[in-house]
Nanobody
Framework: QVQLVESGGGLLQAGGSLRLSCTAS????????MAWFRQAPGKEGVFVASISWSGGRTYYADSVKGRFTISRDNAKNTLYLQMNSLKPEETAVYYC?????????????????WGQGTQVTVSS
């Protein structure tokens, strides 16, 4: 069982930066791949970025490449998402997720554990 808690969301102006964190509480420590998804009001959740257990492999949605960076610190059980040059259309609830089957994919259905989400609002 894994519990995920996101933090770091907030309100900021377009062009600004924000770093999200996701802390995992695990009864036993087992490898997993992790990801960030986001859901805008009235829309389905979409993939943002994912990262392998070692951190050596990362994948990004085309819309965020070059602006967002996903990383993890396994010693701290924490996942990060550094977001730069944010746009108003990226206003959404951001969720972290974990996949103990190590698939490191963009498919939402592959992720077994989810956080409660953190709101990011980007004003124009």
């Amino acid at each position: 069982q894994v519990q995920l808690v996101e933090s770091g969301g907030g309100l900021l102006q377009a062009g600004g930066s924000l770093r999200l964190s996701c802390t995992a509480s695990r009864r036993t420590r087992t490898p997993d791949t992790m990801a960030w998804f986001r859901q805008a009001p009235g829309k389905e959740g979409v993939f943002v970025a994912s990262i392998s257990w070692s951190g050596g492999r990362t994948y990004y949605a085309d819309s965020v490449k070059g602006r967002f960076t996903i990383s993890r610190d396994n010693a701290k059980n924490t996942l990060y998402l550094q977001m730069n040059s944010l746009k108003p259309e990226e206003t959404a609830v951001y969720y972290c997720a974990a996949d103990p089957q190590l698939r490191n994919s963009a498919y939402l259905g592959n992720y077994e554990y989810w956080g409660q989400g953190t709101q990011v609002t980007v004003s124009s």
